[in-house]
């Protein structure tokens, strides 16, 4: 199968990812849209960059890195187009709201002054002030399931941010959204009807398993209609990349029109 190379920002010098596309197998064990979720799909997906190579774990990732990676997945499932529409809070009537994914990281990647901190390698930083700290991994977020709020942030805290005080969560938050912003954040949208401003939530893990979740009831139709007309396995089926599955499909309906 052929794979997408993204270069990577926070996983050593000049280190990319090969994703490959995705298949119904990979489609199909989407249950969730949480980072564990998100963790275990990019782990499907994740090839060598080359012979030899070690495989890059999408559980060393940081949230950064891999929200670019799922950003992949969807452009290459979807296109750069992400579109949705909501209900005006003011009028109640719907409206659409539709941007560039391309566009978006653009300017969450938009270069900010780095006076503040410089890099010390493997996703640790040094503020100016001598303060350490690195970037938390998908490792550092599955070890924060099951606790409670107040165990997640002094464990998070314990694991990258060096030194005592009151306020490091606070400090820890601002340092990540500058030297690694999410592809998570509040957009503008406005009602076409009467004017009104939304602020909407977006971030991609959720739009993208969110868009593989609301397509489940279509997946299996699709198996359903090759495995009718093929009589292929459901093995077989799920393992076509999802391009093929949907050609196939396009075709067996081509042949009823005909």
């Not at 499907?44 to 012979?51: I, Q, V």
């Not at 969807?74 to 809070?89: Q, V």
């Not at 009537?93 to 780095?114: A, G």
């Not at 093929?244 to 309906?253: A, K, Q, S, T, Y």
């Amino acid at each position: 199968m052929t794979a997408d190379c993204i270069p990577l920002r926070f996983a050593g010098p000049e280190r990319s990812a090969r994703l490959r596309e995705l298949t119904g197998r990979d489609e199909y064990a989407v249950l969730g849209t949480n980072t564990a979720n998100a963790i275990e799909l990019l782990s499907a997906l994740l090839e060598n960059e080359s012979a030899g190579e070690t495989k890059l774990k999408a559980t060393d990732l940081v949230a950064a890195d891999r929200d670019r990676l799922l950003a992949a997945v969807y452009k290459r499932a979807y296109g750069d187009r992400i579109e949705s529409t909501l209900t005006c809070a003011q009028c109640g009537e719907p409206f659409d709201l539709f941007f560039s994914l391309e566009r978006l990281i653009e300017t969450v990647n938009k270069p900010t002054p780095q006076e503040e901190w410089r890099a010390l390698g493997d996703g640790r930083f040094e503020t100016s002030d001598g303060l350490s700290f690195r970037l938390p991994t998908g490792t550092d977020e599955l070890a924060l399931t099951g606790l409670s709020a107040p165990e997640m942030e002094a464990l998070l805290l314990d694991r990258c941010l060096e030194g005592e005080g009151i306020g490091r969560r606070r400090l820890l938050e601002e340092l990540l959204e500058k030297v690694a912003p999410l592809l998570d954040l509040e957009l503008i949208a406005k009602c076409a009807e009467c004017g009104h401003v939304h602020t909407i939530h977006f971030d991609i893990q959720t739009y993208v398993l969110g868009a593989l979740l609301a397509e489940r009831r279509r997946l299996l139709a699709e198996i359903n209609r090759i495995a009718r007309s093929y009589s292929w396995s459901l093995d077989e089926i799920l393992s076509l990349r999802r391009s093929d599955r949907r050609r196939f499909v396009e075709l067996i309906e081509n042949e009823y029109v005909t």
